[in-house]
């Protein structure tokens, strides 16, 4: 797995076609859902991309795709990632309305936001975070 990121912070465009003709194992793309992003997915054709919310001034990826508000996009993105033969992932927060939208919009496979249950103080409150991500 690597993320591309809009800011290039972690790995660069050339990185990234670079592993693709050399991996000997499929390829994952984590990637904010832009036209650029989007473009690149399709000329690179990794195996898999995961599509995944980015504000520059995280660190880490703090919280889930807003599917359900962006419907339409989701719904483009999907399809053209599809369509050039990628596999696809939305990476969305432990949330049924996300879940179904993430189905409706064509999401073959979701990854979901573990943060609340990685954050958690107590043995109380990973169990909290653990059913509610289970449910």
């Known amino acids: 797995t690597v993320h591309l990121r809009e800011d290039r912070r972690h790995i660069t465009d050339r990185d990234v076609r670079i592993l693709r003709q050399t991996l000997d194992t499929r390829m994952n793309l984590e990637m904010a859902v832009t036209e650029e992003m989007l473009a690149i997915a399709v000329e690179t054709k990794p195996h898999f ?18 599917v359900a508000g962006q419907r339409d996009k989701m719904r483009d993105a999907c399809k053209r990632l599809a369509d050039a033969g990628i596999q696809v992932s939305l990476f969305i927060d432990a ?9 409706e919009v064509g999401a073959p496979f979701i990854e979901i936001h573990t943060g609340c249950y990685a954050d958690a103080k107590t043995d109380a409150e990973q169990a909290q975070e653990l059913a509610r991500i289970a449910k």
Do not use: M, N, S
Request: glycine letters at 8%; aromatic letters at 0%.
């Open 49 to 66: 991309c995961c599509l995944v919310p980015e504000k520059r001034q995280e660190v880490t990826t703090e919280g889930g795709l807003d």
């Open 95 to 103: 949330d049924e309305e996300q879940i179904k939208a993430a189905a």
